[in-house]
């Protein structure tokens, strides 16, 4: 299983892995704000400002500090199971 890292050691599995998004928009907002409300948001980010949204198909959000080409160069890159000061 190849896993994803989205900030701070967090990682998720990279097979359930739907989209990565920018939380800039209306509508991933709403989508935010009714997973919050569900029950569904993991929140990464230790408190920093979300730079990422992703969406499992789990239905899950999990909000990422890292921006959306970051989580997705780690996904292609062969050490994204890594730590981030891993060189």
Request: hydrophobic share 45%; proline share 5%; charged share 30%.
């Amino acid at each position: 299983m190849k896993l994803v890292n989205v900030g701070f050691g967090n990682m998720v599995a990279a097979a359930r892995l739907i989209a990565i998004v920018s939380p800039d928009s209306a509508p991933v907002r709403r989508l935010v704000q009714d997973a919050r409300e569900a029950g569904r948001v993991i929140d990464a980010t230790y408190g920093r400002r979300t730079r990422a949204v992703v969406i499992m198909d789990s239905d899950h959000v999990i909000l990422s500090p890292l921006q959306p080409e970051t989580v997705a160069g780690r996904m292609d890159s062969r050490d994204s199971g890594e730590g981030e000061d891993a060189e």
